[in-house]
């Protein structure tokens, strides 16, 4: 079976400093990648998107970047971090192909700048 | 850009009762996803109903889907405290990405 693995859970980090937050997905080959922000009680806002290594798409212009180095590993950073940058951050993988796919979620990195 | 729109924003009742949610959304879609968010962990998907189907069931959940209204309904039967979460529908557009509402926030009261 398929899982994904998105870590670290919580991470409390000063304005300005770096960010390197990492998902993997297991049991599944050339899944399509998607990093997503949740605000507090609203809905998810796409970021990155990646069909396959070394394809990004982004979103909405911002101060975070995605790389996908593997197959199945997808990671968020940032050079500086500020402090709109705090919220939950989710990572998803849904099937390569196919239109009428659900995605399916990491637990998220709720991510606190101070 | 939000493109689905949850109504009611929250919803309170008790066990046993059945909970409907409505999703409105404002263009074409491919298909409409409705998932479930327990309190600060990640999305669980529950149904997908594509742009040709008006009703899909999966245990407990019926979605219908009405394209002419741009509007899907998830109804919960016989509610239980463990269904207590946020939930979220999702289109997909032309473009195959998926569109996210705001959700509906279900609290179970036993």
């Known amino acids: 079976s398929q899982t994904i693995h998105q870590w670290p859970a919580t991470l409390v980090q000063p304005v300005g400093s770096p960010l390197s937050l990492e998902c993997t997905v297991e049991?599944?080959?050339?899944?399509?990648l998607y990093w997503y922000r949740q605000a507090a009680g609203r809905g998810l806002q796409l970021l990155f998107y990646?069909?396959?290594?070394?394809?990004i798409s982004s979103e909405v212009p911002q101060n975070l970047s995605a790389s996908r180095p593997q197959d199945r590993q997808f990671i968020l950073s940032s050079k500086k971090l500020l402090l709109s940058d705090s919220g939950f951050y989710l990572c998803?993988?849904?099937?390569?192909?196919?239109?009428?796919?659900?995605?399916?979620f990491g637990d998220g990195t709720r991510l606190s700048i101070l | 850009s939000q493109q689905g729109e949850e109504d009611p924003q929250a919803l309170s009742i008790q066990e046993g009762e059945n909970a409907t949610m409505n999703c409105s959304y404002k263009?074409?879609?491919?298909?409409l996803q409705w998932y479930r968010q327990n309190s600060g962990r990640g999305l669980v998907h529950l149904i997908l109903?594509?742009?040709n189907e008006r009703e899909k069931h999966s245990g407990r959940l019926r979605v219908t889907l009405d394209t002419s209204k741009k509007s899907s309904s998830l109804l919960i039967t016989a509610s239980r405290a463990a269904d207590t979460a946020s939930y979220f529908c999702?289109?997909?557009?032309?473009?195959?990405?998926?569109?996210w509402g705001a959700g509906t926030k279900l609290i179970i009261k036993p």
């Open positions: 998803a993988w849904s099937v390569g192909a196919g239109r009428n796919q659900p995605q399916h």
């Open positions: 049991g599944t080959s050339n899944p399509n």
């Open positions: 990646s069909v396959g290594i070394g394809q």
């Open positions: 263009t074409s879609i491919n298909n």
């Open positions: 109903i594509r742009s």
């Open positions: 999702a289109t997909m557009d032309s473009n195959y990405q998926l569109i």
